[in-house]
């Protein structure tokens, strides 16, 4: 059996024929200039409009997150500025296939040096240059083809209109050669509790229709697997469904220690679909989904509106709002910024307030009205507070607004190690975000698939973040959560749990293994795995550490 790896996306596995995307048309290398480039820029203008035209109509029949990225590359594909670059580059002779290349490279260019949140949309917007591409010349777009068995796509990358025409009812797993933990491949997989291993190196060679078994667990991809790997996979997977039919009601430990299980959502059709389900809140509401994708900043009342829904939706369930985190790495349209040589490390989430201060006052305003025509208590919480100063200027201002209960994201290691400091500032709770306290902790670039072994949150620099947010919870009677995708993973959750943190946010589809495996493990047993985790010195070491102490039945999860 050959065997790859990557970095797996949650913790399910799957077994099916792959599917092998082909590569998509490429100009042709010696492509003649258009010979009237005024009617070849027409023509390349109708294709893009023709790419943009059916991003939307798959983004009206998908719905929710998919719905929004589909969206959003449907205006990369009506970008003016992009459409002027390939009139530029007709104009100067270059063919009209060529043309389009070049000129999406140049803008892809420009996305990589923004930031990791722009960078992760290169993606999508050369899968508008190869559909448009296509269209210049004849060939038919790419695309997931008809899938006839149960299925694991392969591909160098998946594009926001592939994953929407996923067939749901065959897919049981995805490989990318590219991507990242926080690419759109990852978020709709998680979404859908899809087993994904993005950044596979080979995965373009494996043959198609070949049987493979992939485990996003141990981000391994098993070529022709055998008997043996293929019923435990089986078994694994029967097992997720029987607790996704059986398991339910609030997450509690075996001896009756609560822990709040909690959805991450991002759009208003996310947190109604959520709501339905058996969670006990939200523990992220990334509001930033409002903002990102507008020319005008949305005003009071439009975010009050969305706000009370949420809230109505879930009642007297906890529903946790994170206010804007956008900035350097996520620009926004209406708000002018300098260019930073490190945007992740710039003028982003609260920092963001500094120089556009009504944009926080408008949303803290807007929340707290959604407060009052709801006649619920929503719980506020600001992104990249560092200091002591930023968490009390931030409760202050949204108790100003009329909110009561206030907290902070731990995002970088200076609010994890004073977290007892941001608690006493006047903050009422803390959740940690463990993909961006793990890029901080470790300083590594989250796109950067080289570095994936530090991204992992298991790495024991990182648990030890958690644990000192945690004990400073404790020590203050605080709530701690983690609304990071790390609380997806049920043998982490219980070591999350072993270091102080009281609640998990996490992809809904994550939430019966999660609590089925609370059940089966008592709080002492949780922190004897955190502290075996913390005595490990690699991340392989911490989750074997905590393995050897898990319930069998965890590791089945």
């Known amino acids: 059996m050959r065997e790859l790896t990557g970095v797996g996306v949650g913790t399910g596995a799957a077994v099916g024929a792959a599917v092998v995307l082909a590569p998509a048309a490429r100009p042709p290398a010696d492509e003649p200039a258009a010979t009237d480039p005024a009617t070849a820029g027409a023509d390349v203008r109708a294709a893009f409009d023709a790419v943009a035209d059916a991003l939307r109509a798959r983004a009206d029949r998908a719905g929710g997150t998919t719905a929004d990225v589909l969206r959003a590359t449907a205006l990369m594909a009506a970008d003016p500025g992009l459409l002027a670059e390939v009139d530029r580059r007709l104009g100067l002779g270059t063919g009209p296939a060529t043309a389009v290349d070049e000129a999406v490279e140049t803008f892809c260019d420009l996305l990589a040096a923004s930031g990791p949140y722009l960078a992760e949309r290169v993606t999508d917007l050369r899968d508008v240059r190869d559909r448009v591409v296509a269209r210049v010349l004849g060939l038919p777009e790419p695309g997931v083809p008809d899938l006839t068995g149960p299925s694991v796509v ?18 049981v797993g995805i490989v990318t050669e590219l991507g990242g933990p926080t690419s759109h491949t990852a978020i709709i997989a998680a979404q859908f509790d899809i087993p994904c291993v993005v950044r596979v190196a080979g995965a373009l060679d494996l043959p198609d229709g070949a049987e493979l078994a992939l485990d996003a667990r141990a981000g391994t991809v098993t070529l022709h697997p055998g008997v043996e790997l293929r019923s435990a996979v089986g078994a694994r997977r029967a097992a997720r469904a029987e607790l996704a039919r059986s398991a339910g009601g609030p997450g509690r430990t075996a001896d009756g220690v609560a822990v709040q299980l909690l959805a991450n959502v991002g759009t208003l059709e996310d947190a109604e ?203 203050r009677g605080a ?6 995708e790390a609380a997806r993973d049920p043998l982490l959750a219980l070591v999350l749990v072993g270091l102080g943190v009281t609640s998990l946010s996490m992809a809904p589809a994550a939430v019966p293994a999660v609590r ?42």
């Open 154 to 171: 392969v591909a160098r990358d998946l594009a926001p209109a592939d994953t929407a025409a996923l067939d749901l009812t065959r897919v």
């Open 273 to 475: 679909r959520a709501a339905a389900l058996d969670v006990e809140g939200v523990g992220l509401f990334r509001t930033e989904v409002l903002f990102l994708e507008r020319t005008t900043a949305p005003t009071l009342e439009e975010q009050a509106e969305v706000y009370a829904r949420v809230l109505r939706a879930f009642g007297e369930r906890k529903v946790v709002v994170r206010t804007l985190d956008a900035g350097a790495d996520k620009p926004l349209a209406f708000v002018e910024a300098a260019a930073e040589e490190n945007p992740a490390l710039g003028v982003r989430g609260l920092r963001t307030a500094r120089r556009h201060p009504a944009l926080l006052d408008t949303q803290l305003g807007a929340l707290a009205a959604a407060a009052r025509a709801s006649g619920t208590q929503p719980w506020v919480m600001a992104p990249m507070v560092a200091t002591a100063q930023e968490a009390a200027g931030f409760a202050a201002r949204a108790r100003a607004a009329g909110l009561n209960r206030v907290g902070a994201m731990v995002e970088v290691p200076a609010a994890a190690l004073r977290a007892p400091q941001l608690l006493a500032a006047g903050l009422d709770f803390v959740s940690v975000g463990t993909n961006d306290l793990t890029q901080y902790a470790m300083a590594a670039d989250r796109l950067a698939g080289d570095l994936a072994e530090l991204l992992d949150p298991w790495q024991p620099a990182v648990l030890q973040l958690v644990g000192l947010t945690g004990s400073a919870g404790a020590a």
């Open 479 to 484: 709530p701690v959560g983690v609304c990071g």
């Open 516 to 557: 089925s495996a609370l059940a089966r493990t008592d709080a002492a047993t949780c922190r004897a795995m955190a502290a075996a985790a913390l005595a490990a010195d690699s991340p392989a070491g911490a989750r074997d550490a905590a393995a050897g102490l898990a319930d069998p039945g965890v590791l089945a999860l």
